[in-house]
Every structure is written in structure tokens, then in C-alpha cells.
């Protein structure tokens, strides 16, 4: 009978997003909430009971959860926590990012440059930011910028790539080759009912950061939390200017910025039934962008404001030994102002402005008839608008359905998991005739087995089939856009092995973690030159065959002393097999270097506390034909940290100082925006608990 009524709940759903008529929309609400009553009803024949999982991400786990270990997974897994920002000196998220093996970040400098991130050479639009749970969205680009997030209240960071053994999640984590995950931390207690706490953080080129959190017990099942910090930096940093022999010393004009981020959660726990957590999160900014210095052209007067907020909602129930259920609401704003003088623009001042909004709801229940063996249904509803400034702009909507039947097994040796995710999209134009439905199944799977019954060595593999929408702009941009766009399909493979064993004496610690894939993307989306004006087509074919290896040590010298190394390598081959007839046939993709890794050591003791990293891109193109004149020199990036806790009678009082691009090096991770050469920044904090 349940499963009935859950075919009929997705039946229902893809008809009201079909007819996009609102009493359609409140029957599937209705049918929505009877579902949840249905599941409810099942109490009555269990106890109200703990449940205790062996998934380390589980969802319906309120409290802070422990970090995820990445060697005990079926597909790639890699895992940040607090500890090791604080440890290495890491304050915003695409720092983090950086110590991954097989990303690739398109930073176009400056302290407030768009930073976005692509995994294995397939895009950023097919790489999710999830932020506790819930996927963030760019209906526009389907581009996020990364560099608006930083670290202060995160617990950890993790970055999955094909299917997940995590299966209880909601749909929209499934439809994705790689997610970033940004879990924030729930707070907690000791003595006092009351955490509290303030930074300062001062940086070079006049940049200052201060912030401060509030967190509160309220009774024995209420908690609140309130965060927000305020980024300003007039950003004009020096670079050295090359032209053929000619060198020269400019200064890096328009790339000041000025942001404000706050957060406020509060932690529901209703006994039995449930638990519930809301999440409020603003940002607002201004900033310039310095664009790209070409033939001394440091002239720049283009400025970008940004305001972003917000709301979600989130329940979980675990009902029995069996029954499980999650729900999530969202509503997502975006609106942002593009302004750019230049002297052929009418009245020499071009200005753009763009709102978009999304109306998101996710109901997931999982049900694990006996012990090792679990399956998940997944259902996601959500709706994007977009709206402009400029003459003829179409307004589109986006209605979209997605539902995941998942399932996992394990017996601690073997473990294996199994989705199916169906992908339902329609829209509509205020003006004109919207593209056409689109309707998609994407299959994963994974696996991985642990050889030795005595030995943490473990082989994996795993496969992925999934597609990426075309955005807003693909589809219907002013004359560029092409409402016949088919998807991007994307397929991935993955084979690896995971080790990790604990020693006694000095070295206490050794993970690996080895695989090799091979990325194939058909029908992608690129600009081409028509008769008259650019067009977007699906022309374009990328073969991807890569490595990726992550290697970590910790030492221990004595009770207070010890030592963290981490490394990874990553080999791309990442190759346009569009036509033999190209130019570019077999050659490099554009910002794709075929070599590329960090190295990462910490130091822990009584006096100092050290952080040292290094990361490493080797050289790649800007353009598709690997040319010389393409080419963007490969770098080594060094930074450093020292730090020191000094405990308190009210609290703790936190000294870091760091030196970022320690030895001066003067790189383009994008061509013609160079990025800073050596700074330093020292944060002082004092947390109160």
C-alpha cells in the first residue's frame, strides 16, 4: 500500500509540473502531507526506540556528527574538518578546496574574485555545492561562487564523486558528478548554557574582517545560533607585468570589495517526534572587478553588487528500527547589479540587474527491513524564475521533479550501493515559445570490498551516468541562446583502493587512497560563431582519463607533539575528441593541467603550533589549441601559519599568523588576471564557554 501511494505522490508531481497550475501544485502538497501521516501511523506498531546507524553522514543525526573516514568508501571521498583549517591556517572555503585531489578552481583574482570549481575537467555546472544538505542553485550560469563562503562556522568539508554510499539524502545530490558538501557544526555545551566568541582578522591591502557568534541552550531542547562577520578590503595589490622582454611593476585598481555574511539556526529536538533545525543565511556585497590586464590595459570600471538570502527548513523522524524520514523546505533569492562605463554605451554606462528565486521542497524516507541492507525514496519539487532589466528578455521558469529509488548493502566486508535517479523538466516564457520537456534516467553504482579480514585494504569501483540541464543563459541569453539545446550526458567510471592502518610507537597513522577513471561528456554545450552572431550548440565531445592519489601520516612524538602529513598528485588527461577535422582535435582542454597536487604538514605542540602548504598546478591553455601563445605557465604556491591557544578563566584566546604565497610567485590561475604575490594575515580570537 505504501508503495502505491508513493507512485501515486510522483505521479502527481510530474502531472503538476506539466500543467504548472496552482491546484494541481496543492494537490501534491496534500498527497505529500498524507504520506508523512501515512509513515507517521507505522509508530503504533514499534516502540519509539534510539536508532543508531553505521552511516557516519547520516542525515537524521542532529547532533555534530563525527568526520566521515574517506578510505572506508565505495566511490571517492575526501574529508576537511575544523581541526585541520585551524591547524593549516584555512579561513575560506576555496583554500579547502585547493588541497583536493582532481579540482580544478578558475580563480580570477583579487580578494573578492569569482572562485568556482570543476571536478575531473567535467565543468563546474556538473560539480553541487551543498550547504547542510541542501544543494545551492544558479539557474542562470549553473555556476557558484565558492569565494562567498568561509569557514568560521563549518564543521567540515567533503568532496564525493559518483554515488555516494550516503544514500539517505534528497534527490537533488544524486544528479550531480561531484558534491562539494559544507556541513555546518551544531553547537555544544559544556558548564554554561552560553558559547560566545569575536574575531579580527587583519590582512594585507587594507583588508579587515571582523566577526563574531552567539550560541545558546535555551532549555533542554532548544538551541539557537547566531553568526556574521563584515569583508572589507580596498584589494589593490601589486603584480609584475610581463611583455616580451619587457618587465614592469603595476598595481592591481578596482578590486576592492565589501561583504557582510550572517547565519542564524535554531536546533529543535521534539522528543518523540523528532527533530527539526531552521536555517537563516544572508549576504550582500560590492565589489569591483578588476578585469583582465592586456597590453598595459589596467583600466577597470566594472562593479558587481550581490544580495543573497535564504530560509530552510529541515525535519527528520526516525519512527522504528525500520522508518526513517527526512523532510526539507527552502526558499532561495538572488539579485544582483552589473554596472560597466565605457565610452560606446549609451550614455557611456551599461547596467544590468538580475533577480532569481527558487521555491524548493524534498521529502526522503528510508527503510531498512534488516540489518545491513537499506533502500531510500527520494522525492524533489522545485521551481526557478529569472528575471532582467534589459528589452526582450523572455522571463523563463523552470519546473523540475526529481525522485531517487537508492538502495545499499553491507556486511562489513563487502559494501554496494545502487540509484536510480528520474529527471523531469518543463518551462515556460513569459515571452515566446519555452524548449522543450526533458525527461532522463541516470543509473549509478558502486562497490567496494575489503580483501584482508585482518587488513584495512579495500577496491573499489564505481559508475555514473548523468546529465547537466542547459542554464538559463544557454537556452535563452539575448541572441546567443538556443532553445533546441539538448543536455550535456556526462558517464564516469572509477576503480581505486583504500588503505589505512594504525601503528604503535612514533608513527601512529597511514591512509592511501589510489584510483583511475575515465570521464566521457557528449553533446557539450559550447559558443560557436554563426553568420551573424554567437550561438550555443552541443557540438562538443571531452574524453577524460586521469589519476588521482591521496596519501596521509600522522606521527606522534610524546604526548603533546604531533605531526600531520598530507599529500595528493592528480594526472588529467582531458582531451576535445569533437572531430578529427579540428583544429584542437585531442588537445588539451582549456585550464586543464595534466599534472597538478598539494602538500600539506602540521605541527602540534605546547609552545607553537605550525601549518605548513604548498600547492602545485602544472602549465595548461587558456584557449583549445595548445599553442604556445595559450599556454599559462605552471607554479607552486606556498603558505605558512603559526598559531597559539591560550586557555582562559572565562574562555580561550586564539593568535595566528600567517604569510600566504610565501616565496612571491607571480602566477595567472586564469590568463591576464594575475593573482597576489606575498600577504599576511593574523587573527585574533577569543571564544567565551
Known sequence: MLFEYINDVRRSVSYALRQSAVSHTRMVAWRLCCLLLLLGASEAYSQNV????????????????AKPSATLQSAPLQVMAKSDFEKLGIKELHEAV??????????????????????RSMGSQHTAISYDGVTISNAQSGQVDIGRFNLDNVDYVTLSIGQSDEIFQTARMFASAGVLNIRTAKPTFGEKNVNAGASMRFASFGTYNPGLYVQQKLSGRWIYAVNADWLVSDGEYPFTLRNGSLVTEEKRFNSDVNTFRAEANVYGD????????????????????PGSVVLYNTDARERLWDETWFVQARYSKAFSQKWELQGQLKYNYAWNKYRDEKEYYPGGVQTDRYTQEEYYGSVSARYTPVEGFSAVLSQDVFKNTLEASYNNFVYPERFTSLTALAAKYTNGRLTATASLLSTFIT????????????FRLSPAVSVSYKLFEEKNIRVRASYQDMFRTPTFNDLYYNRIGNKMLD?????????????????????????LQADGYFNKVEDKIVALPTLFVWKMMNLGKVEILGADVNLGAAFSFGAATRLNIQGNWSYQHAVDVTSVKDKNYKDQIPYTPRHSGSLSMSLMNRWVNVGWMASAVGERYALPQNTEQNRIDSYVD?????????????GSLILQLECQNLADVQYDVIQYYPMPGRSFRFTVKFDYK
Open 427 to 438: 518551462e515556460e516564457l513569459r515571452v515566446g515559445e519555452a524548449a522543450d520537456d526533458r
Open 270 to 289: 521534539l522528543g518523540r517526534g523528532g527533530e527539526i533545525s531552521f536555517k537563516g543565511n544572508y549576504l550582500g556585497s560590492e565589489r569591483g572587478l
Open 50 to 65: 534510539v536508532v543508531e546507524k553505521s552511516d557516519t553522514l547520516s542525515t537524521t543525526v542532529v547532533t555534530a556528527s
Open 487 to 511: 543536455p550535456e550526458i556526462a558517464r564516469q567510471f572509477n576503480v581505486g583502493v583504500t588503505w589505512r592502518q594504525g601503528f604503535s610507537g612514533v608513527l601512529d597513522e597511514v591512509s
Open 98 to 119: 585547493k588541497t583536493f585531489s582532481g579540482v580544478q578552481i578558475k580563480d580570477y583574482g583579487g580578494i573578492g574574485g569569482v572562485k568556482t570549481v570543476s571536478v
Open 638 to 650: 606556498h603558505s605558512i601559519s603559526l598559531s597559539r591557544s591560550f586557555g582562559m578563566k572565562w
